[in-house]
């Protein structure tokens, strides 16, 4: 039994591609005798031809690799793109960095742990790029101390 006629005539109709056309295989004699368009629409009224609906790809796996990606996994040499400093800004870790030093040595100064002299000369050490943190700054200081 051919039906290819009445599946293009019920894709014109449903506005869909003529492989998203379903045909109940219970009727089929009945769409073979279905001739006209309106005896197409009211088969498709009737529920006996309907239109698939559009299968895509799935994003359960973007969804779960998003999550990993969230806890910090996949991360690795092998998932990057782009340069380091395309990934997260020098200038901007520099900023961050120095602001966050400039703070404690001004917290420093004004607790009076530190003397106006030494403040003057961690804050060009910093500006040199001599500290990688504040904990080493820390230490530098302590070490400072403790030769005085």
């Known amino acids: 039994?051919?039906?290819?006629?009445?599946?293009?005539?019920?894709?014109?109709?449903?506005?869909?591609?003529?492989?998203?056309?379903?045909?109940?295989?219970?009727?089929?004699?009945?769409?073979n005798n279905a001739l006209t368009k309106q005896d197409i629409r009211n088969l498709i009224e009737s529920g006996v031809i309907k239109k698939r609906r559009i299968i895509g790809t799935s994003n359960a796996r973007a969804k779960k690799?998003?999550?990993?990606?969230?806890?910090?996994?996949?991360?690795?040499?092998g998932n990057r793109k782009g340069t380091k400093n395309a990934r997260k800004?020098?200038?901007?870790?520099?900023?961050?960095?120095?602001?966050?030093?400039?703070?404690?040595?001004?917290?420093?100064?004004?607790?009076?742990?530190?003397?106006?002299?030494d403040y003057r000369h961690l804050y060009s050490m910093s500006s040199g790029g001599f500290f990688r943190n504040k904990k080493h700054m820390d230490v530098y200081i302590e070490k400072k101390v403790k030769q005085e």
Do not use: C, F
């Open 65 to 77: 690799i998003k999550i990993q990606k969230k806890k910090g996994y996949r991360t690795g040499q």
């Open 1 to 31: 039994m051919n039906l290819r006629t009445q599946k293009v005539v019920a894709s014109k109709i449903l506005k869909v591609g003529k492989n998203r056309v379903w045909i109940n295989p219970d009727y089929l004699e009945r769409v």
């Open 89 to 117: 800004n020098s200038k901007t870790l520099w900023i961050t960095k120095i602001r966050a030093l400039r703070r404690h040595l001004k917290r420093l100064k004004t607790e009076e742990k530190i003397n106006i002299d």
